[in-house]
């Protein structure tokens, strides 16, 4: 745990102190400005950044959540992120992967709010219920939302790690007994930057800090709050299959001969179609694969609901209130029936209700047709 | 009055060719969207042990779709337009028929066409010649499906557009709640169109018949046949 009093290290001090060497430090530059999508030259102002900007402090906040984001983020591909960035360096507080606890991390935590008051960034990790008065989950004896605003109130920026945090994720599935609820409804005067995924990729939560601390400003964001460049096209759009959908070559059962030449798995429930996520560009575990390049269908985890758009193995959403395994197809397809039935019925009982009428007009009509003459 | 009998009878004019011509790109765009939507929600099993190489069906399709939606938008873009420049029959408050008038209109409607009664007071002049009060209302709710249909559809196709008329409606898919919910709505909603279809279609069937005044030509002709009575001026 690092003393929140000290001297304020540059990142490129503390990097160094670490043990890393300048060519490591150059390598770490480099390969945050390619993930970010910036030009070469960028290189240099994210180089110029971490050399002359004291480093950031972070408070980190665990609320109902399963720490995947954390393991997600510990394992980005680069060591620098990892042991460098916010292990050592700039977590204040995260009570997962700091030293201390009980007593002195809170105290830590109220240090860093207190000394860095509208300069330190707020990453929070899961959502926050806001059932039974908040106390469905309680840290240090106080309860989520307590906390939340109280971390927040000083924080000049925050950032919703994955889906619990900003769309509220398998919590907030339905009926969502304890109220989670995600952080952009509940803090209204903050900016904040949503990082969906269940969990998000490492690289993608290691490229939003490195953009903050580089650039001094938030990356650009979407209408969503999602940074543009990792959520700005769909998995479908990138993904490595997708010649296999234009050309309408499907998987139809992961057991089949198409499951095996890897077509594509749109009809197998695949979400890519409508997730936003780079997962078909950086992919997992240091870029070795991702769920779709593994065979299974993407499950659409950093969409808002995505529990509640299943089942996972189908492509359209069940109908609410139509029974669990109703299709919208299903439900026209018999509507339509039902209608086409009835405008039937209908047509029979008109021509019985309204037989005088028709007998009437059709003999007047016959009467016209007798009193002319035939000329051709 | 009755309305059976040899009566006279006066051509009148009453869906004018952009009514007409809207009608049937309208019709025509609907049918390419439905069926090609379809396919695109549960593309058929027809090909297997292929190579993506030089096939690109599903790709077509996917690109029917997209252009059959320019081209129902622009129609029904283009009649909104005529609502206001065309005839009285097409005008916009013929879709509003909550009137004193209308609500009559509407009573008769419901009485002999969809409940079958014959009340002996009928008239010849309480059928409708341009569209009936009932027609008009179903006519606005289609329009209301209509433009679900262009918001969700648009808003779906956003991202990938280039153009900056669809990127206009990137906001409805957030709105609704992601892709997913959009993409339900969407495929309900073009069920609800295709259940109106069928009462449409059955219903101009009906008036042909019952009325035998020309309901199904008017809308190739543009003209229905009115007794000469209803005619002010001869």
């Known amino acids: 745990m690092i003393e929140t009093t000290e001297k304020r290290q540059t990142y490129y001090e503390s990097i160094i102190a670490n043990g890393f060497s300048r060519r490591d430090f150059m390598k770490f530059t480099a390969f945050m400005a390619a993930y970010l999508g910036l030009e070469s030259s960028a290189i240099g102002q994210i180089d110029k950044a971490l050399k002359t900007t004291p480093r950031l402090p972070i408070i980190w906040e665990h609320f109902q959540e399963c720490t995947c984001c954390s393991e997600s983020f510990i394992r980005t591909d680069h060591p620098i992120v990892a042991d460098i960035l916010l292990d050592k360096v700039s977590l204040d507080y995260t009570m997962t992967l700091m030293a201390a606890s009980g007593h002195q991390a809170e105290a830590a935590k109220k240090a860093t709010m207190e000394n860095f008051k509208g300069e330190y960034i707020l990453a929070v990790e899961g959502s926050v219920p806001m059932g039974a008065d908040g106390n469905l989950c309680c840290i240090a004896g106080r309860s989520a939302i307590d906390q939340l605003r109280e971390s927040a109130a000083g924080a000049k920026a925050i950032i919703a790690w994955g889906s619990c945090a900003s769309n509220g994720c398998v919590q907030s599935a339905r009926p969502n007994p304890t109220e989670a609820t995600p952080i952009h409804k509940i803090i209204k005067d903050k900016p904040i930057i949503r990082v969906p995924g269940c969990p998000p990729i490492g690289e993608v939560m290691a490229g939003v800090i490195v953009h903050v601390i580089a650039f001094g400003k938030l990356p650009e964001l979407d209408s969503q709050g999602r940074p543009k460049a990792f959520y700005a096209k769909r998995v479908h759009d990138s993904c490595y299959r997708r010649p296999y959908y234009d050309a309408g070559l499907f998987v139809e059962s992961f057991d089949d001969e198409n499951a095996k030449k890897g077509y594509c798995l749109y009809k197998v429930g695949c979400r890519g179609p409508m997730t936003y996520n780079a997962c078909g560009t950086i992919k997992w575990n240091n870029g070795v694969s991702y769920p779709i390049q593994s065979g299974h269908g993407c499950i659409g985890c950093s969409e808002d609901n995505f529990w509640d758009n299943g089942p996972f193995y189908e492509r359209l959403t069940n109908v609410p209130g139509f029974g669990i395994e109703e299709t919208a197809d299903k439900v026209g397809a018999i509507a339509t029936g039902v209608v086409g039935a009835g405008v039937v019925a209908h047509a029979v009982a008109a021509n019985i209700q309204k037989r005088k009428e028709l007998k009437k007009r059709v003999e007047a009509g016959k009467d016209v047709e007798k009193n002319v003459e035939r000329n051709i | 009055m009755e309305t059976t009998g040899i009566h006279t009878f006066k051509r009148i004019y009453v869906w004018e060719g952009p009514v007409r011509a809207f009608h049937w790109i309208n019709a025509f765009s609907l049918l ?175 008036h042909d018949w019952l009325e035998g005044r020309g309901e199904v030509s008017s809308m190739f002709g543009g003209y229905k046949f009115i007794r000469k009575e209803r005619v002010k001026k001869d």
């Open chain 2, 32 to 206: 390419a969207l439905a069926v090609t939507g379809v396919i695109i929600a549960n593309p058929p099993a027809i090909m297997s042990g292929a190579e993506a190489t030089n096939r690109y069906w599903f790709g077509i399709t996917r690109f029917v779709h997209f252009a059959a939606a320019y081209i129902f938008t622009l129609g029904m873009v283009y009649r909104l337009c005529w609502a206001f420049l065309g005839n009285k029959y097409a005008n916009w408050r013929v879709f509003f028929p909550y009137t004193k008038k209308g609500l009559h209109n509407l009573g008769h409607v419901i009485k002999h066409d969809i409940l079958l009664m014959n009340p002996k007071n009928s008239d010849f002049r309480e059928i409708a010649v341009g569209h009936n009060a009932l027609a008009a209302m179903a006519y606005s709710g289609l329009f209301i499906l209509m433009a679900i249909q262009i918001f969700t559809g648009f808003g779906l196709y956003a991202d990938n557009a280039t153009w900056w008329l669809p990127k206009l409606f990137a906001w409805v898919v957030p709105m609704l709640g992601g892709d997913a919910a959009a993409r339900l709505v969407h495929h309900i909603v073009m069920w609800l169109i295709v259940i109106f279809s069928v009462i449409h279609i059955y219903l101009v069937l009906y």
